[in-house]
Antibody, heavy 118, light 112 residues
């Protein structure tokens, strides 16, 4: 069974940094890109970027470029997503997902709520 | 960026009746390999999204056959042949042909 298990909820102050993890099991880690998707409260889904675990290449959406870093650790089959300089509009649930467009992908983590508040 | 426009925003449906959601892209989703990378996702209340359909019409494993996807170019449709209570939730289309990946705004399916 494929499982994507994300780290727990976080509360951060404005200007802080948050790092979320996503551990993948039951799936060949290097089989596909691992994506991150943001869902603000009551809003839709926004793609943030992906990492290719095979070569550690990352690609980011323009809205997140420069402030988000996605990395992969092949020794633990874990992907990390770090967001710097948090602001109130970063309050959201963040999801990791495998290979959003390919047949063998489409799996999602349970989501991690990040609350930015002073 | 490719804009994905879904309609309707809200879809009240009677149990056992069909439902249809439209998704239009601002550019053709045909990739150089001939495939169109259009997926559909279901998000039940309080849950993570779940992929139902990939490459326009391919159902993911475990997805009931009452869900079907169709379309080409810039116009795509998700159909539910007979709506069941467990189908309540938000439905999103997503294009994966062009970077960045983009999602539609979502359609809320509810029972009348």
């Amino acid at each position: 069974e494929v499982q994507l298990v994300q780290s727990g909820a976080e509360v951060k102050q404005p200007g802080a940094t948050v790092r979320i993890s996503c551990n993948i099991s039951g799936y060949t880690f290097t089989d596909s890109y691992i994506h991150w998707v943001q869902q603000a409260p009551g809003k839709g889904l926004e793609w943030m970027g992906f990492v290719d675990p095979e070569d550690s290449r990352s690609v980011y959406a323009e809205n997140f470029q420069g402030r988000v870093t996605i990395t992969a650790d092949t020794s633990t089959d874990t992907v990390y997503m770090q967001v710097n300089s948090l602001g109130s509009d970063d309050t959201a649930v963040y999801f990791c997902a495998t290979g959003l467009t390919i047949p063998q992908g489409g799996y999602w983590g349970q989501g991690t709520l990040v609350t930015v508040s002073s | 960026d490719v804009v994905m426009t879904q309609s309707p925003l809200s879809l009240p449906v009677t149990l056992g009746q069909p439902a249809s959601i439209s998704c239009r892209s601002s550019q053709s989703l045909v990739y150089s390999d001939g495939d169109s990378y259009l997926s559909w996702f279901q998000q039940r209340p309080g849950q993570s999204p779940r992929r139902l359909i990939y490459k326009v019409s391919n159902r993911d494993s475990g997805v009931p056959d009452r869900f079907s996807g169709s379309g080409s170019g810039t116009d795509f449709t998700l159909k539910i042949s007979r709506v069941e209570a467990e189908d309540v939730g938000l439905y999103y289309c997503m294009q994966g042909t062009h970077w960045p990946l983009t999602f539609g705004g979502g359609t809320k399916v509810e029972i009348k």
